[in-house]
Nanobody, 116 residues
Framework: QVQLVESGGGLVQPGGSLRLSCAAS????????MRWYRQAPGKERELVAG????????GYADSVKGRFTISRDNAKNTVYLQMNSLKPEDTAKYYC?????????WGQGTQVTVSS
C-alpha cells in the first residue's frame, strides 16, 4: 500500500529551526514530484514547496523563500523540508504529497507550532 509518513514536527521558538521528513513507500518514489503543504486552523491548505524527481528544480511559496529548503533522497525514498528562521505564522500542520499527472498521494501530516 502507498504510505507517506511525516515526522520532525514539534514546538519551537521563533527564530528556531526544524527539519521535517517524509518517508515514502508503496510506489516508485523517483517518478513523482514531491510537495510540502501546510494548513493552519481556519485557513486554506497552501503549497509551501515542491521538488522535481531529479532534485535539480525547486519552488517555494513567497512566504517561505530564503527560509525553507526542500530536498529529496531518492535512494532513501524520503523528502525533507528544512525550516529556518521560523515565525509564529508558520504554525500549521504540514503535509507531504507525491504527485504525478493522474495521481496524488497524501500523508497524515505533522504539527509545527512556533511560539515563545
Amino acid at each position: 500500500q502507498v504510505q507517506l509518513v511525516e515526522s520532525g514536527g514539534g514546538l519551537v521558538q521563533p527564530g528556531g529551526s526544524l527539519r521535517l521528513s517524509c518517508a515514502a513507500s508503496g510506489f516508485i518514489f523517483s517518478n513523482y514530484v514531491m510537495r510540502w503543504y501546510r494548513q493552519a486552523p481556519g485557513k486554506e491548505r497552501e503549497l509551501v514547496a515542491g521538488i522535481v524527481s531529479d532534485d535539480r528544480s525547486t519552488g517555494y511559496a513567497d512566504s517561505v523563500k530564503g527560509r525553507f529548503t526542500i530536498s529529496r533522497d531518492n535512494a532513501k525514498n524520503t523528502v525533507y523540508l528544512q525550516m529556518n528562521s521560523l515565525k509564529p505564522e508558520d504554525t500549521a500542520k504540514y503535509y507531504c504529497s507525491a504527485v504525478r499527472t493522474m495521481q496524488q498521494y497524501w500523508g497524515q501530516g505533522t504539527q509545527v507550532t512556533v511560539s515563545s
